[in-house]
């Protein structure tokens, strides 16, 4: 390292940025990334086959004793549907158990039992699988999901400038090719939450707790196959930070499960994510320096940070030596190594990073005020910025761009600036989830795309009647809104027929959840009218006018302490 040298997350002169035959403009390498990708049903060794290409998620069958042993079922029973193509062209046995490696790739599992819905098949997994499916759809649905919208390119076109090109650990995060996506995620029955030897289809194999990017990550081991399934080794540079918002992935505890897998000596290494891995010298060469480049990230922000390197100051200081270049394992093709350096200081450290400036910030509108005006006015900051950009600075001419667009008197033409800036560094960086998250953030600001709906909870009628009386009603705090809540004390009892009761009592700011006891306001009705009103079919007022909900106790306090949470259900 070098005081010379920047951090690489883009080419500042775009000399290496092209244009594919669909239109897509990217940097090279990230269309490279996408070959490695390729569609390809591999066979790992004989009955062992791993589908890549797929989803975003690999879909791997292994041949046991009694059946087949499916490992993942990827983001939709149509994508588990294609997988069992494949599948029948090398064997019909059926498919008797499922494993999951970890939480995010289970929706097709009902596919499975598409040729006979009655059939025993086993699913394992971790304890903590069904949980944490849960708990991505709840209290924080609209950050996730809008982070998904951002990182996967979900609404960036087929083709054009813009055009998606693959989202670093696959072609796309949903097979376009699958005109429906059907949710058919079915339970383990048959958990674990530590190291363990499990007998499935007639084959001895042995799990491992091996945390990444989910903390209920496992890793497989066949040994009489010398195969090892995983959720640690990806096609990429490992992703410490997740530009879509997750929680820290402390790499020391990942490189405890990378060191075991490479205990075991395996000839055949499957991930859940790319190509599979044959030769246990090959094994041995590409993931040691893969678990090596992770140790180093945290080494050196350790040693930085120790000496007083703020936040931004790692960012700029700390890269990956130029050999780690020379593997995909190790390359920047999804995420970028100077965000996970800030990651693992904010997860060591918290938010606060020394830098005074960031002690007690202006709020972001003030802030670009100010700039601006000390800057000499708008016109003075786009001239900087548009000059910027022609300089290949497009750091600054972000920064800049940022001012102009969140500022008090922001134009169309700035939020377009801005928008040209992010579109450039889209198309000059090797990673897929910058261009990705760089290209839906610029259609937003130029009007190409509205963003907006990703920022409230859309709570279905299904996910609320699926769900238990405590979850459809417990949400319901992350949506209080405080000025409407001061000087407010109701403690309310939700009774929905068929369903345990279920509660919040409403004071100081906030809404307690509560099992409904001692609750000196009753609301009584099924779950579907609750459903109703909170997705807007119906309102709280037509639903008590109408008799299908019924309020004891005080019905104004009930009415103003219902009204506090932003549903336009229950405010009118």
């Not at 690999?58 to 939709?76: H, K, L, V, W």
């Not at 820290?248 to 000596?265: A, E, F, K, Q, T």
């Amino acid at each position: 390292m070098t005081k010379s040298k920047r951090a690489r997350s883009f080419e500042s002169d775009g000399q290496n940025t092209i244009t594919l035959p669909s239109g897509q403009i990217t940097h090279r390498d990230h269309a490279e990334q996408s070959e490695r990708l390729v569609r390809n049903f591999y066979e790992v060794r004989q009955g062992v086959w791993c589908l890549v290409g797929n989803g975003l998620s690999n879909q791997t069958f292994i041949d046991a004793p009694d059946g087949i042993i499916a490992i993942d079922t990827g983001e939709s029973n149509e994508e588990m549907r294609a997988a069992i193509i494949e599948l029948r062209t090398k064997t019909s046995r059926p498919i008797v158990a499922v494993l999951y490696t970890h939480f995010h790739y289970v929706s097709g599992t009902q596919a499975v039992l598409d040729d006979n819905p009655t059939q025993e098949v086993q699913i394992w997994g971790h304890e903590k699988i069904a949980y944490n499916r849960v708990r991505a759809t709840a209290e924080i649905a609209p950050s996730y999901g809008r982070g998904l919208v951002e990182q996967f390119a979900i609404t960036l076109p087929q083709d054009g400038p813009d055009g998606i090109v693959n989202v670093g650990l696959g072609r796309f995060y949903r097979n376009p090719e699958h005109t429906t996506q059907t949710n058919g995620f079915i339970e383990p029955k048959n958990t674990f939450n530590s190291q363990c030897t499990i007998e499935v289809a007639g084959l001895s194999i042995d799990v491992t707790p091996a945390p990444s990017d989910a903390d209920d990550s496992v890793t497989f081991w066949f040994s009489t196959l010398g195969c090892a399934v995983n959720n640690l080794v990806w096609p990429v540079l490992f992703n410490i930070f997740a530009i879509r918002g997750e929680e820290y992935r402390d790499p020391r505890i990942m490189l405890n499960g990378v060191d075991h897998l490479l205990s075991l000596n395996a000839d055949h290494l499957i991930g859940a994510h790319g190509m599979p891995i044959c030769g246990a010298d090959e094994i041995l060469n590409r993931v040691t320096k893969y678990r090596d480049s992770i140790q180093f990230l945290w080494d050196q922000t350790v040693r930085l940070t120790n000496r007083g390197y703020t936040s931004t100051e790692l960012a700029h200081e700390i890269r990956l030596p130029d050999f780690y270049d020379d593997d995909n394992l190790t390359s920047e093709f999804y995420g970028v190594s100077e965000h996970h350096v800030r990651q693992i200081r904010s997860g060591l450290f918290g938010w606060f990073d020394g830098d005074p400036a960031n002690l007690f910030p202006l709020p972001r509108e003030e802030h670009a005020n100010r700039m601006i005006a000390g800057f000499g006015g708008r016109e003075t900051v786009r001239k900087i910025a548009k000059e910027s950009i022609q300089k290949h600075d497009l750091r600054w001419a972000c920064e800049l761009g940022s001012w102009l667009s969140y500022s008090t008197d922001s134009e169309t033409s700035d939020r377009a600036l801005l928008a040209n800036a992010l579109r450039l560094i889209a198309q000059r960086t090797t990673a897929a989830n910058i261009r990705n998250w760089c290209l839906t953030r610029a259609r937003d600001l130029d009007g190409t795309l509205d963003l907006s709906r990703f920022n409230s909870h859309r709570l279905t009628r299904r996910q609320i009647i699926s769900a238990s009386a405590e979850r459809s009603v417990h949400i319901l705090r992350v949506m209080l809104e405080p000025e409407r809540a001061i000087g407010l004390d109701a403690n309310i009892c939700f009774n929905f027929t068929g369903h345990e009761k279920t509660g919040l009592h409403i004071r100081n700011c906030i809404a307690k959840q509560t099992d409904g006891r001692d609750a000196n306001i009753q609301v009584n009705s099924t779950i579907e009218i609750w459903a109703d009103i909170l997705t807007g079919v119906t309102s709280l007022s037509d639903a008590i006018n109408s008799g299908t909900l019924k309020i004891e106790g005080n019905l104004n306090i009930a009415k103003s302490a219902l009204a506090v949470f932003d549903i336009d259900g229950l405010r009118s």
